[in-house]
């Protein structure tokens, strides 16, 4: 099964061309959130006093996953959901993940060079059943269906970073709201998922600040 994390990055690239549908820093921040949201939903890591804290260190196996709650539980101070999304939108990360669905046959790498230059990959889809199951999922929340806690992130993860406009630009707004503040998941979880996103959000906008200023 895809990790949350994989499956934002599914949706924010083109199918044929491969190419990002965002800037790789309001991604990053993206794939940092869904990992922090599916440890909550794992029931790994809640939010107190605004900040987020371990409650069971057990990992998932998933090394991606297991990665960032080793390093939360070893954290001696605890950290406003900010600081985590910071620490966690990496670069490397994203490539980490998508050489992992590359590896598994789900998409593509294809290694390039703009202008001769510069290297530049893509990551077109080889297997689109994958990102069709992931579609349908989101779809049928979107239309009404009743979301799980694991779609309820994904949807608001995407959102915090832009992603839900480029993805599926029919959804309608008012659905997404809903979906986002309906309280679908326990309150120690729905609590932490705001705040995961607040965070997400909170750093697309400062990329685009500096973007815009620079």
Do not use: C
């Not at 061309?17 to 599916?38: F, N, V």
């Not at 670069?91 to 703009?114: S, Y």
């Not at 297997?127 to 799980?148: K, Y």
């Not at 994904?154 to 709201?177: G, T």
């Amino acid at each position: 099964m895809t990790t949350i994390a994989e499956e934002v990055l599914l949706l924010a690239y083109g199918e044929k061309d491969g190419k990002q549908l965002i800037g790789s820093t309001e991604l990053d921040a993206a794939i940092g959130g869904a990992l922090l949201g599916e440890l909550a939903v794992a029931g790994r890591i809640d939010l107190t006093d605004k900040r987020l804290v371990v409650r069971d260190a057990t990992p998932l196996g998933d090394e991606e996953l297991d990665a960032p709650l080793a390093r939360m539980a070893a954290e001696t101070k605890a950290r406003k959901p900010e600081w985590w999304v910071q620490r966690l939108q990496t670069g490397k990360l994203r490539k980490r993940l998508l050489t992992r669905l590359a590896e598994q046959g789900v998409l593509d790498e294809e290694r390039r060079r703009t202008l001769g230059i510069f290297p530049s990959n893509r990551y077109p889809e080889r297997d689109p059943r994958v990102e069709l199951e992931i579609r349908e999922r989101v779809r049928n929340v979107l239309s009404g269906a009743v979301p799980d806690e694991r779609v309820t992130v994904l949807i608001s993860v995407l959102h915090a970073a832009r992603i839900d406009r480029k993805a599926f630009p029919d959804a309608s707004k008012e659905r997404i709201k809903e979906i986002i503040e309906g309280g679908w998941a326990g309150k120690a979880v729905s609590d932490t998922i705001a705040a995961v996103n607040a965070a997400v959000m909170t750093a697309v906008i400062a990329s685009t600040v500096i973007t815009t200023t620079s």
